[in-house]
């Protein structure tokens, strides 16, 4: 083992807590495991215990950890080159961008690659600009959540009080941009207490309302998530989605698609395909790069582009060992991966329905693919908030890791890797209902 290596592995319970109070974090939920190594869907600790991760590592690890196919791309890839400034080609990212459009909605061949999510959803808005105009303000969902650089922070929910409360993106306002807000279509429990196709309608309504009242100069774009991952694993409907682009054309705006968590988990390598919506720009960032850091938008041919006059200029625009994976992966998708998540994913969700039978406080169970919430209320479906941060903080003792979402975290993200098998699903399951019991007897 290389010496420096051997170093780090070995630190003491007494070192990391030293080495820990130099570290600082603006964001994560900290106070779980420390962990060690990971292998397929399973993670351990330094004590040497054991997890399945339901959060993929922030939703990052599609293939699970140590993939062995992404491990000896890494390898052989990082002996010929791994950093190139974003001015020089390479084969690798001819190869990612032209995989990318042949896979992309018809009509959408143009990538950009960029260093995180937060900055593809800020390239977006670049182009938008670019291309509509008298323009300046942009449109979000209620409760969507987009990134927290400053030019993203403006349009997640942790710079408004949705939650209750102010959260950490309202103190930077003086630096952020406003973005103009529109209703989200909840399917359960909507605020004004009518069906979802009235609720739907309404929205709708509401959009076009706001785009012609509302708004100074056009829209320059619609930034949405088919799903919405943070606001609670929303799955918006076809039929709304379809009329939002209908909005967008009639006010000569463009439907931004925020991909960052769908980007293959919902079973299909784009949500644009799987909801037959195609927008103007897609983002992606997590699990684009499997496992490895790398975003990046696709864009439609009819707008103009980016010019290579510092509009978009990153060190790190250029990893080729991140496009390397991405390469693989989606050549993993084809071959097996996007199937099986399809087919886990649905039997997750069957058998946390049936489990819902026992616990009706599993008020909703939300999933497309491997994109799963479960949203904790009580009888009269009100959000149940504490209940599931204590079902989360269980699960560490019964060897599950849950992910929490929901502006008001009363939602619990069941988001396995892809890989995943049916024993492994029946040991989620279990490990979960251990986890419920605690709380719910």
């Known amino acids: 083992m290389v010496e420096l290596l051997e170093k780090i592995y070995s630190l003491t319970d007494k070192e990391m807590e030293e080495c820990a109070g130099h570290l600082m974090l603006g964001g994560g939920t900290r106070g779980g495991p420390i962990l060690d190594h990971g292998k397929g869907v399973r993670v ?27 491990n000896e791309i890494i390898r052989e890839h990082s002996t010929k080159m791994t950093h190139i400034h974003q001015g020089f080609d390479n084969k690798v990212r001819f190869y990612l961008a032209r995989e990318l459009a042949r896979r992309a909605p018809a009509g959408m061949n143009r990538v950009s690659f960029t260093v995180g999510g937060g900055p593809a959803i800020e390239a977006a808005m670049k182009i938008a600009f670019k291309n509509v105009q008298p323009s300046r303000e942009f449109v979000t969902l209620f409760d969507s959540y987009h990134g927290s650089t400053l030019g993203s922070m403006g349009a997640s929910w942790i710079s408004t009080k949705s939650a209750g409360k102010f959260y950490g993106g309202s103190r930077f306002l003086p630096l952020t941009r406003t973005f103009v807000r529109i209703p989200n279509p909840v399917t359960y429990r909507n605020p004004l207490g009518v069906s979802t196709e009235e609720y739907i309608d309404i929205c709708l309504t509401m959009t076009r309302e706001i785009f012609q009242r509302g708004v100074s100069g056009k829209p320059a774009g619609v930034i949405v998530e088919p799903i919405q991952a943070s606001a609670g694993q929303l799955i918006l ?101 996007l199937a099986n998540g399809r087919t886990m994913g649905k039997y997750l969700g ?31 479906m009100r959000p149940l908030a504490e209940e599931a941060g204590l079902i989360r903080k269980f699960g560490f003792k019964h060897g599950i890791i849950l992910g929490t979402g929901g502006v008001r975290k009363n939602v619990l993200k069941v988001k396995p890797p892809l890989i995943i098998n049916q024993a492994e699903c029946d040991e989620i399951i279990e490990k979960f209902k251990a986890s419920i019991k605690e709380v719910f007897g």
């Not at 351990?44 to 992404?70: F, M």
Request: proline share 4%; with cysteine.
């Open 350 to 380: 069957d058998k946390l329905k049936e489990l819902q039978k026992t616990y009706p406080q599993l008020g909703d169970i939300r999933q497309v693919g491997m994109h799963i919430g479960v949203e904790i209320t009580d009888e009269k």
């Open 44 to 70: 351990w600790d330094t004590s040497g215990k054991d997890y399945i991760d339901c959060t993929s590592q922030s939703w990052a690890l599609l293939l699970g950890y140590a993939n062995d196919e992404i």
């Open 237 to 337: 409907p076809k039929r709304y989605l379809q009329g939002l682009r209908e909005i967008c054309d009639e006010f000569e705006t463009l439907l931004i698609f925020d991909e960052i968590q769908t980007f293959g988990r919902i079973g299909e390598t784009f949500a644009a395909n799987y909801f037959g919506v195609i927008p103007d720009i897609i983002c992606l960032g997590k699990s684009f790069g499997a496992g490895l850091p790398l975003a990046g938008i696709i864009i439609s041919d009819k707008l103009k582009g980016f010019e290579p006059d510092s509009e978009e200029l990153h060190t790190f625009a250029n990893p080729t060992l991140s496009m390397a994976c991405a390469c693989k992966q989606l050549e993993m998708f084809d071959n097996g991966v």
